[in-house]
């Protein structure tokens, strides 16, 4: 079990404690640290089961000074959230070759 991490982040930390009560000891994968290349972020989002946009933190103020409004494809979307991982929503929990965003973190024990 994997757990993309923003420390942070309060959701981000609320996951991982909620993954620890359930007796899971995910390996932590810091993400702003240590960005996913392009091929682990696709998988991620197969995973997922997601379009790279979907997984877009359209809050953040880097997205909507840069981003906001603007068409990409799947693929240049990948290269702007590895290039610029803050964009990437978080926490991300992946259990095989099952993945879910913690949000809420609860989400999680879907696939715990």
């Not at 993400?31 to 946009?53: F, G």
Request: glycine residues 6%; aromatic residues 6%.
């Amino acid at each position: 079990m994997k757990i993309y991490h923003n420390n942070r982040c309060g959701k981000s930390r609320q996951t991982l404690e909620l993954l620890k009560s359930e007796g899971q000891e995910p390996e932590i994968i810091e993400y702003l640290k240590n960005p996913p290349s392009e091929a682990e972020l696709k998988d991620i989002l197969s995973k997922l089961q997601i379009k790279p946009e979907e997984l877009l933190r359209k809050g953040e103020a880097l997205f909507k000074e840069k981003f906001s409004g603007k068409r990409f494809s799947d693929d240049e979307w990948i290269t702007i959230m590895v290039e610029n991982p803050i964009l990437i929503e978080r926490p991300i929990v992946i259990n095989g070759d099952k993945a879910i965003i913690g949000r809420p973190p609860e989400n999680v024990l879907k696939i715990v």
